[in-house]
């Protein structure tokens, strides 16, 4: 089955510096990949997705990047700030098939010092 | 507004005791799914369900039982064979079952367990 791994597990930044988050997965038929900001004590919020025909997307100061042939997709960050500091997750899943489920990295801790 | 909804916020269970947590949503989703986060160790799966009265077992089903009798309803039960319940609980939800064009699951904002 799927499997994902994420690094690092933490991230500690000045603002105004970049970060930037790495997935792999093991499934080369995987073609979507959400990524998830969770704030204390509050359920995931979807901040981006891409699905495996498109090799980058962005929004605004967030970018994800996706090589198949590698099997690694990446969460970028520009211009941090505090507010960004917050637990992340990659996922991967497979749309076309019958179950929709995804496989979760661990996580990123991101912590932006003032 | 549309959302999900999962109560309690914070819940705890005495030793022997089953605890049902409570997952509604309004977003008119076929899909959806209870999970586990327990520190470090990212999001397992417990239970999904892709239509009203069929769900099916994710990774870690043991120690724990759903149903699914109203779309919007998806409630799990933590039975006392869960030995090890104390974690943070949280329900998603999905527009379509299987992943017609690579749809985002939602979430809600979790239920704390913790063990009397």
């Known amino acids: 089955g799927e499997n994902v791994e994420q690094h690092p597990s933490t991230l500690s930044v000045q603002e105004g510096d970049s970060a930037v988050i790495k997935c792999t997965y093991s499934d080369s038929a995987s073609n979507y990949f959400p990524w998830y900001k969770q704030e204390l004590g509050k359920g995931p919020q979807l901040i981006i997705d891409?699905?495996?025909?498109?090799g980058e997307k962005k929004d605004q100061r967030i970018a994800v990047t996706l090589n198949k042939t590698a099997k690694h997709f990446s969460l970028h960050i520009t211009e941090t700030q505090p507010e960004d500091s917050a637990v992340y997750f990659c996922?991967?899943?497979?749309?076309?098939?019958?179950?929709?489920?995804?496989?979760f990295g661990k996580g990123t801790k991101l912590s932006v010092k003032p | 507004d549309g959302g999900i909804t999962q109560s309690p916020k914070y819940l705890f269970r005495k030793e022997g005791q089953n605890v049902t947590l409570s997952c509604e949503q309004n977003l008119n989703h076929d899909a959806m799914y209870w999970y586990r986060q327990d520190p470090g160790q990212g999001l397992r799966l417990i239970y999904y369900s892709q239509i009203v009265n069929d769900f099916q077992k994710g990774d870690i089903a043991e120690g724990y039982s759903v149903s699914r009798e109203k779309k919007e309803s998806f409630p799990l039960t933590v039975t006392s064979a869960q030995k090890n319940p104390t974690a943070f609980y949280l329900c998603?939800?999905?527009?379509?079952?299987?992943?017609?064009?690579?749809?985002?699951?939602?979430f809600g904002d979790g239920t704390r367990l913790s063990i009397l």
């Open positions: 996922a991967a899943g497979l749309y076309g098939g019958s179950q929709g489920n995804l496989i």
């Open positions: 891409i699905r495996s025909n498109v």
């Open positions: 998603a939800s999905k527009r379509d079952r299987g992943y017609v064009d690579g749809q985002p699951q939602h």
